[in-house]
């Protein structure tokens, strides 16, 4: 068994596909409609297209009000993992991705950094 499909909660699925392909260079794998007001919107890291998916899910009703208290706490929605945490902070912030947390070492182990996805959430970007 393993992981396949990972979902964070957006508040605008336009704008969430713009970020995450032109920003942190995923690809798109599905972008359908999916009832009357949002989509079956999911990226892939290009590196391993046959790889677990992140569907960019249009936040609304309770969804809206977890994605905000996740964010109010100041806690990440989801991580994504590299090989050059240092790299790619320097690489996001030059396209004018904005972190709350530069690349930090951790006591549990590996060197994080958080940045602000401009869709309502933190992502956390893991070295181990």
Same mark, same amino acid.
Request: hydrophobic content about 35%.
């Given at each position: 068994m393993r992981i396949k499909l990972a979902e964070i909660y957006v508040d605008d699925q336009d704008r969430a596909r713009a970020f995450y392909t032109e920003k942190l260079g995923f690809v798109v794998a599905m972008d359908a409609s999916y009832g009357e007001?949002?989509?079956?919107?999911?990226?892939?890291?290009?590196e391993d297209p046959e790889g677990t998916r992140?569907?960019?899910?249009?936040?609304?009703?309770?969804s809206r009000t977890f994605?905000?208290?996740?964010? +109010?706490?100041?806690?990440?929605?989801?991580?994504?993992?590299?090989?050059?945490?240092?790299?790619?902070?320097?690489?996001l912030s030059e396209l004018g991705v904005e972190f709350t947390l530069p690349p930090t070492?951790?006591?549990?182990?590996?060197?994080? +950094?958080?940045?602000?996805?401009?869709?309502?959430?933190?992502?956390?970007?893991?070295?181990?």
């Open positions: 007001n949002s989509r079956w919107l999911t990226v892939v890291s290009p992140l569907m960019l899910a249009k936040a609304d009703g309770a994605q905000q208290a996740v964010r +109010a706490a100041g806690n990440p929605a989801t991580a994504l993992t590299t090989d050059d945490c240092e790299r790619d902070y320097r690489r070492k951790m006591p549990y182990g590996g060197t994080d +950094a958080v940045f602000d996805d401009t869709c309502g959430n933190l992502i956390c970007l893991h070295q181990d």
